[in-house]
T-cell receptor
Framework: SQQGEEDPQALSIQEGENATMNCSYK?????LQWYRQNSGRGLVHLIL?????REKHSGRLRVTLDTSKKSSSLLITASRAADTASYFC??????????FGSGTRLSIRP | DVKVTQSSRYLVKRTGEKVFLECVQD?????MFWYRQDPGLGLRLIYF???????EKGDIPEGYSVSREKKERFSLILESASTNQTSMYLC?????????????FGQGTRLTVV
């Protein structure tokens, strides 16, 4: 079963605009992570937010976590062509499993 | 640089063959994972291991088995490959059992079963 579900499934924006992706999950978590995947490659970790944190920043990335709604969002500001990729949220429960969602495909138009 | 290495980028196997996918990590991580990735389905967890010789089923273990004889190596075994196991297989590791950290991924193995 999918723990995380990303929304939207696909997003196309103009270079320079902000991109927002959302993730919902079902069970309680220790932390939530966001990953990026370029086409045909492995995933690369972007940012981790712990269950007792509400917001975290890293460069052009901003992640929020609302444990009461079991949801998270990833904001990429001032998007660039190189941000074109798929983005996944992943949740880590006490069982040590890391469960991924189905991902958002982000396309940045020049 | 930390590294997770999968033995093959591309594999073509015949239906009924026994297939071994190997994964090695050099970070002394306790946890290792095998996922498969299919279009529109994201990453689905097949098996994971939290210690040597320890394993737990993920969401889709049917048709697969795993082996973890050494901490750095986690093998995925397709006992009798079938065409519906054609997929991208991703291995990952993560560390610090009591303090979760991010997962590091290999580059993936694209397996085609014909």
């Amino acid at each position: 079963s999918q723990q995380g579900e990303e929304d939207p499934q696909a997003l196309s924006i103009q270079e320079g605009e902000n991109a927002t992706m959302n993730c919902s999950y079902k069970t309680s978590i220790n932390n939530l992570q966001w990953y990026r995947q370029n086409s045909g490659r492995g995933l690369v970790h972007l940012i981790l937010i712990r269950s007792n944190e509400r917001e975290k920043h890293s460069g052009r990335l901003r992640v929020t976590l609302d444990t009461s709604k079991k949801s998270s969002s990833l904001l990429i500001t001032a998007s660039r062509a190189a941000d074109t990729a798929s983005y996944f949220c992943a949740t880590d429960s006490s069982a040590s499993k890391i469960i991924f969602g189905s991902g958002t495909r982000l396309s940045i138009r020049p | 640089d930390v590294k997770v290495t999968q033995s093959s980028r591309y594999l073509v196997k015949r239906t009924g063959e026994k297939v071994f996918l190997e994964c090695v990590q050099d970070m002394d991580h306790e946890n290792m994972f095998w996922y498969r990735q299919d279009p529109g389905l994201g990453l689905r967890l097949i098996y994971f291991s939290y210690d040597v010789k320890m394993k737990e089923k993920g969401d889709i273990p049917e048709g697969y088995s795993v082996s973890r004889e050494k901490k750095e190596r986690f093998s995925l075994i397709l006992e009798s490959a079938s065409t519906n196991q054609t997929s991208m297989y991703l291995c990952a590791s993560s560390g610090m059992k009591g303090l979760r950290t991010e997962a590091f991924f290999g580059q993936g193995t694209r397996l085609t079963v014909v």
